[in-house]
């Protein structure tokens, strides 16, 4: 695996060289562990003039869920008496001391992740650096993680396995008169259970009124016979996450109105699903599941985008939104999550997670499987 993290590293090289610009900075936790296959907390990544080093507060401990790293990566530990170590700016942050290593290199130019940076941590890289020309760095390191190898595909895979087990195993039990911040923490405790590194990103169970929201936190409401319930979880392994939605009726009969918002929400999320390929517009994509729920006249109550990047964080690049620009490529992970809520009714969310693939290799990889059949639990 060195072997990946040192061409990432040397990809990432050559944007900056091209940019002339002679060392970089990289500080964003996800794209630092891209790079040096961890990301120990509040370390920072040089790639120098003549070495690259991975700058950290304190020696990285032994968390195989924080990945460890690459052995081709020289660790730099900063001395543990630096003054302000791990509360600023100072010359315990790894991200200044790394500037002054550029220096110590003999780099005259320094290219670091702006969007990152906040205001005083930038100045504190002007202080301890005065001779050297900051330059921004922008989403280089962001632009490479959109195509995914086989290896960060397996992870997802393996994540997606996990949540399926999760969700299915809740499907299982009693659920009526449980509140949704009970199932939520369930459910993140069986992800666990089955290897995830934890949650993706918080888990949302939505009943009633509130299920089909997109981004709902959970409340203290009981579940009800004939509620929706809408669920959406994700699981993290090694790093990767990934995410799945979907939502179900309690008691036996759904009523008419579920079926048919039911049946129009699937149609919708199948169409973004069946448009994925490589070289397909992120705004056709967005356009082909919107179109379904538009054209029924649920226009004022679409979410902004249909779906979104997935990898080492759970919201990346591309957008699949109406104003997105950009096309397609083979192994992107993204996802397809199209919903409608009604205020004061409830909605439908169905949500996958999937890899572009081209038509000869089977089109776009499904890795979230549970049923989206309209089940009465």
Known sequence: MSEVYATRRSRLRDHVTAAGTAAALVTRPANVRYLAAAAPQGSALLLGRREDLLVC??????????????????VHVLPPNATGAG?????????????????????????????????????????????IRLGDLGGAVEQLRVVKDEEEISCLRIGAEIADQALGELLESILVGRTERHLALELERRLVD???????????????????????????????????????????????RCEIGRTFVIGTSPADWQIDLYDLVFAAQRAGRESLAPGAAFGD???????????????????????HGVGLEIDEDPQLAPAAMGKLDACVPVTVEPGVHLPGRGGVRIDDTLVVRPEADGGPELLTITTKELLAL
């Open 57 to 74: 507060a304190g020696p990285p401990e032994d968390r195989p869920y924080e990945g460890r790293p690459d052995d081709n990566l020289r």
């Open 285 to 307: 994509v967005d356009r082909a599941a919107r179109q379904v729920l538009d054209s029924a006249g649920y226009a004022e109550a679409l979410p902004p985008l249909t779906g």
């Open 87 to 131: 509360t600023g700016p100072g010359p315990g942050d790894a991200a200044v001391a790394a500037a002054g290593l550029a220096v110590a290199q003999g780099a005259d130019s320094l290219a670091v992740e702006e969007h990152h940076l906040t205001v005083t941590r930038h100045r504190a890289l002007s202080t301890v650096a005065p001779g």
């Open 194 to 240: 089955h290897g995830a590194d934890g949650p993706a990103f918080p888990t949302s169970v939505a009943t009633g009124p509130n299920s089909g929201r997109r981004g709902h936190r959970p409340t203290d409401r009981r579940v009800e016979e004939g509620d929706f319930l809408t669920v959406c979880l994700g699981a993290t392994y090694r790093g990767y």
